[in-house]
């Protein structure tokens, strides 16, 4: 199963400041809990920061240490969006998760924090 302990921070220089840090990561792989097969996607995050911003290549090997997890769709996206949640405390974070077709259906999963305890 994935380590949140890989996700390091870095203190924001601008805690003051509303702004938006988005974050693509294109390559995205983990695998169905069902069939075994690989499931690709499209990870975009996108977040406002408090205290602290995602060092990216930590942000990268942790999603690639879900590589070989048979894990579903929603709960894969649910379990990143909870780990930067913990890690980073941000204003707001919107995460979502566009999974490439498989069976003729593709699906999307997107979490969203908004700053109210959601």
Same mark, same amino acid.
Request: with cysteine; glycine share 6%.
């Given at each position: ?43 975009? @995050? ?24 048979? @894990? ?12 930067? @949640?913990e890690s ?29 305890g959601n």
């Amino acid at each position: 199963m994935a380590d949140k302990g890989l996700l390091e921070t870095f203190e924001n220089e601008f805690p003051e400041r509303d702004y938006t840090i988005s974050i693509r990561c294109p390559e995205f792989t983990s695998v169905c809990p069902k069939t075994g097969q690989p499931d690709f996607g499209v990870i975009t @995050i996108d977040y406002t920061p408090e205290a602290k911003c995602v060092e990216l290549k930590s942000l990268k090997f942790y999603l690639q240490s879900y590589r070989n997890d048979g @894990i579903f769709y929603e709960n894969v996206t649910n379990r990143i969006f909870d780990d930067l @949640i913990e890690s980073l405390q941000p204003r707001r974070l919107r995460l979502l998760a566009e999974y490439s077709a498989r069976g003729g259906i593709t699906t999307n999963v997107e979490v969203v924090h908004d700053g109210s305890g959601n």
